[in-house]
């Protein structure tokens, strides 16, 4: 089975603070997506990654940075939280660009 | 507007009783995808049905996919009450570098 894994279930940062988002996939799949999930907006695309080293702006990208150093690890980075990235985050993963994507438990954000 | 939209926005049915929840979209796409998210937790793959087909089934799911009224729709049948959850359609649509653009979700909710 497919596994992806987020390094926090919970997380409270404070307005300003840089915040790494991690995840973890152990199936060797190409693609990596980082979305978020508000009430009422569904998901929404922030950031993917087709290969190592290689990213590309999603719907939403204002305000993120992401880092893809090795295959099985796709990073979120908030440069300096702020209270509208109060969120749920969601990594996914996916062998090729038009197959299932298998995802993470979530990462419940709140920036105070 | 999102390309894939679920309708009913909530849906709330007896035990045994049949699940009906539809996604209409708006663009050419080279798959649907159906996915079920429980409270809080991240999202499970149900379903990938390709702009080739018709009709795709799984256990108790169904799922149509008529290009035509680009529109799609999934079937539970024989509801349970582990069947409650949010239902979210995505769309890998052809002219957006297939990424996967998620609707809003339905929740079902399924009464013992």
């Known amino acids: 089975d497919v596994k992806v894994t987020q390094s926090s279930r919970y997380l409270v940062k404070r307005t300003g603070e840089k915040v790494f988002l991690e995840c973890v996939q152990d199936?060797?799949?190409?693609?990596m997506f980082w979305y978020r999930q508000d009430p009422g907006l569904g998901l929404r695309l922030i950031y993917f990654?087709?290969?190592?080293?290689?990213?590309e702006k999603g719907d939403i990208p204002e305000g993120y940075s992401v880092s893809r150093e090795k295959k099985e690890r796709f990073s979120l980075i908030l440069e300096s939280a702020s209270t509208n990235q109060t969120s749920m985050y969601l990594c996914?993963?996916?062998?090729?660009?038009?197959?299932?994507?298998?995802f993470g438990p979530g990462t419940r954000l709140l920036v105070l | 507007s999102q390309q894939g939209e679920e309708d009913p926005q909530a849906l709330s049915i007896q035990e045994g009783e049949n699940a009906t929840m539809n996604c209409s979209y708006k663009?050419?796409?080279?798959?649907l995808q159906w996915y079920r998210q429980n409270s809080g937790r991240g999202l499970v793959h149900l379903i990938l049905?390709?702009?080739?087909?018709r009709e795709k089934h799984s256990g108790r799911l169904r799922v149509t996919l008529d290009t035509s009224k680009k529109s799609s729709s999934l079937l539970i049948t024989a509801s349970r009450a582990a069947d409650t959850a949010s239902y979210f359609c995505?769309?890998?649509?052809?002219?957006?570098?297939?990424?996967?653009?998620f609707g809003g979700g339905t929740r079902v909710l399924v009464k013992p």
């Open positions: 996914a993963s996916s062998l090729g660009r038009e197959e299932t994507q298998y």
């Open positions: 199936m060797d799949h190409e693609n």
């Open positions: 990654s087709y290969d190592v080293k290689m990213k």
């Open positions: 663009t050419s796409i080279n798959n």
């Open positions: 049905i390709r702009s080739n087909e």
């Open positions: 995505a769309t890998d649509e052809k002219a957006a570098g297939n990424k996967l653009t």
